[in-house]
C-alpha cells in the first residue's frame, strides 16, 4: 500500500464514529430514493385513474339523460312502428303525409322560421348597440342578467303572463279600450290563434339570440378595423369585407338554434291556442288523448320521429357552423 493508502486510512480512523455513519447515511441516500418520493410514488400507485374519477362524476348526469331522454325519446319513436297489437308496421309514416299532418308540419316550420328570422334580426341589433356600453358595466349586466333569465322564461307561466297582459281582458287591453278607445281585438282575439304565437315566442327568442350571438360579437379584435383603415378602407368596408363575413357563421348558427327552440316548444303555444292543431307538436298531443279519434296514437309516434329528424338536421349544422366560428373567437 503506497503512502496516500496509508494516509486515507489513517484518516479515517482518527475520524469521529459519528462523521463516519452522517457519510455512510448520505451515500445511502443518494443510492436509494427517498423516503417521501417513495411514500408519493406508493400513494399515485393506489390512486385511481383521472378518466375514471372524471366518468364517476358525469354518472348522475347521464342517469338523468338516460332516463329522461334517451329511453323516452326510444320509446316515443318505436311506437311509430307498431300497431295497436303491437306488430311492426309502416302504415304510420304513411300517415305522415296526411293533409293534416303535413300542414301542422308546415305551421311549425313557418311560426318557427317567423320568429327565428325575426328574433335574430332583433337580437343581432340589440347585441349591437351593447357594443357601445361598457363591459361590466350596468347597463351590459342588466341586459345579460335579463337575457338569462328571459330565454328561459317560457312554458304555460309566459302564457298566463300574456294572458294577463293583453289577453281579452288582459290589463293593457283594457286600459287601451277603456281610456284611449283602441281595441286590439277589433278584427278578432289573434293571441289565441297559430299567428298570435309570435308575440309570446319572440319574448323568449330575443334574449336567446343576445346570449348566443353577443359573444360573437365581442370577438371581433380592434385591431382588424384599425388594418383595414390603415388600407384605406371605410367602416362599410370593414363590415362587407371582415366584419360580416367572420360574424355571418355565427349569426347563421343562432338562427338555427332559434329555429330549433321555436320548432319544438309545446306548453306555451298549447295554453294559448288550446283545441287548435296547426302546428306539430300540438297534432301529437291530439293523436295522444283524442275522444274522437280512436286507434291513432302509434301515429304520434311516426310524427316526433319526424321532429326527430328536423331536430337532427339542425343541429347538425348548428354544429358545423359554430365549428367554423370557434377559431375567431380563441
Do not use: K
Amino acid at each position: 500500500m503506497g503512502q496516500r493508502g496509508r494516509l486515507m486510512t489513517r484518516t479515517l480512523a482518527d475520524a469521529p464514529a459519528s462523521a463516519v455513519d452522517s457519510a455512510a447515511a448520505g451515500e445511502t441516500r443518494r443510492q436509494s430514493p427517498s423516503g417521501p418520493r417513495r411514500a408519493r410514488r406508493a400513494g399515485s400507485a393506489r390512486r385511481p385513474p383521472r378518466g375514471l374519477v372524471a366518468a364517476l362524476g358525469l354518472t348522475p348526469f347521464a342517469f338523468y339523460v338516460v332516463i329522461f331522454l334517451a329511453v323516452p325519446t326510444l320509446v316515443a319513436v318505436g311506437s311509430g312502428f307498431v300497431d295497436g297489437e303491437g306488430r311492426f308496421t309502416w302504415s304510420n309514416l304513411s300517415g305522415l303525409a296526411e293533409p293534416a299532418i303535413a300542414g301542422s308540419f308546415f305551421g311549425a316550420f313557418w311560426l318557427s322560421a317567423v320568429t327565428a328570422v325575426v328574433g335574430a334580426i332583433a337580437g343581432a341589433a340589440l347585441c349591437f348597440a351593447l357594443l357601445g356600453s361598457r363591459q361590466g358595466g350596468l347597463g351590459r349586466s342588466l341586459v345579460d342578467s335579463a337575457s338569462s333569465v328571459l330565454a328561459q322564461f317560457g312554458g304555460v307561466m309566459l302564457a298566463f303572463a300574456f294572458i294577463a297582459t293583453i289577453g281579452a281582458q288582459g290589463l293593457v287591453t283594457v286600459l287601451l279600450r277603456n281610456q284611449f278607445h283602441i281595441n286590439i281585438y277589433e278584427n278578432g282575439v289573434w293571441l289565441y290563434t297559430v299567428p298570435g304565437l309570435i308575440l309570446p315566442y319572440l319574448y323568449f327568442q330575443i334574449p336567446l339570440m343576445v346570449i348566443t350571438f353577443l359573444p360573437a360579437l365581442e370577438g371581433l379584435r380592434p385591431q382588424w378595423l384599425e388594418a383595414t383603415a390603415t388600407l384605406g378602407g371605410s367602416r362599410w368596408t370593414y363590415w362587407t369585407r371582415v366584419g360580416g363575413p367572420i360574424l355571418l357563421p355565427s349569426f347563421l348558427g343562432s338562427l338555427l338554434l332559434l329555429f330549433a327552440n321555436a320548432f319544438s316548444s309545446y306548453a306555451t303555444a298549447a295554453a294559448l291556442v288550446g283545441q287548435a292543431n296547426n302546428i306539430v307538436s300540438l297534432q301529437i298531443r291530439q293523436a295522444l288523448i283524442s275522444e274522437t279519434v280512436l286507434g291513432r296514437s302509434n301515429l304520434a309516434g311516426a310524427m316526433a320521429l319526424g321532429m326527430l329528424v328536423v331536430m337532427v338536421v339542425v343541429m347538425l349544422a348548428y354544429s358545423a357552423l359554430v365549428r367554423r366560428t370557434a377559431r375567431w373567437q380563441r
